[in-house]
């Protein structure tokens, strides 16, 4: 069995700063692509970030510059440290690990608000 779990979502005042991890365990084999996505209340799941094997990363137009995605591969961990957060960043955000399968975790609350 595979266990991908988020952490290090919480309540944070606008212009602050959270780091969330997420880390993949059990049977997971060659992990390729790991990504964030996140919901916020009413809207559609949309993608925030990924970075592949390499290390090369790709973000959504309006975290670049204040969110960063990093990843650990010898852990199957992968991180995302946001910086200079807006009220709309507030979101239910989800880990994706794409490997021989995808597999998704149940996902971290971030609140932003003063």
């Known amino acids: 069995q595979v266990q991908v779990v988020e952490s290090g979502g919480g309540l944070v005042q606008p212009g602050g700063s959270l780091r969330l991890s997420c880390a993949a365990s059990?049977?997971?084999?060659?992990?390729?692509?790991m990504a964030w996505y996140r919901q916020a209340p009413g809207k559609q799941r949309e993608w925030v970030a990924t970075i592949i094997r390499s290390g090369r990363t790709y973000y959504l137009d309006s975290v670049k510059g204040r969110f960063t995605i990093s990843r650990d591969n010898a852990k199957n961990m992968v991180h995302l440290q946001m910086n200079s957060l807006k009220p709309e960043d507030t979101a239910i955000y989800y880990c994706?690990?794409?490997?021989?399968?995808?597999?998704w975790g149940k996902g971290t609350l971030v609140t932003v608000s003063s």
């Open positions: 994706k690990v794409v490997a021989d399968v995808i597999y």
């Open positions: 059990g049977s997971i084999f060659s992990i390729n692509d």
